[in-house]
C-alpha cells in the first residue's frame, strides 16, 4: 500500500512540474506589455507576471489548505481523549493494565 501511495505521489509531482513548466513557457512567450486597471490606480506589467502572480499565489494557498487539512486531520485522530497513560486515579498513575484484554464486566466501582 506505501509503494502505490508513492508511486502516487511521484505521478502527482510530475504532474505538476509538467504543469508549471507549461506555464512559465507560456507566461515568457507573452512578453507584451498590459496596462491593468485597478481600482484607484493602473499598473503596466508583463502579461507573464500577470500569469506567473496569480499562479505562484494559488500553489500557496493550496500547500497552505492541504497543511491545515493535515494538521485538522491529526488533531481530529488525537482528540479521542487521554491516553492509558496520562489517566489517574486519585495521585497514583493507573500502571500495569491490559488494555487489549480488559472486561469492563469485571470492574468494581
Known amino acids: 500500500m506505501a509503494d502505490i501511495k508513492k508511486t502516487l505521489l511521484s505521478i502527482q509531482q510530475i504532474l505538476l512540474l509538467i504543469v508549471a513548466v507549461a506555464v512559465v513557457f507560456f507566461a515568457f512567450l507573452n512578453m507584451d506589455p498590459v496596462t491593468i486597471n485597478l481600482f484607484f490606480t493602473t499598473v503596466t506589467t508583463t ?17 497552505v489548505g492541504g497543511r491545515l487539512r493535515a494538521s485538522r486531520k491529526a488533531k481530529g485522530k488525537a482528540a479521542v481523549g487521554p491516553g492509558p497513560a496520562e489517566l489517574t486515579a486519585g495521585d497514583d498513575a493507573i500502571k500495569d493494565v491490559d488494555w487489549e484484554n480488559l472486561d469492563i464486566d469485571k470492574i468494581e466501582v
Open 47 to 63: 502579461v507573464a507576471l500577470l500569469l506567473l502572480v496569480p499562479l505562484a499565489a494559488g500553489m500557496l494557498l493550496g500547500w
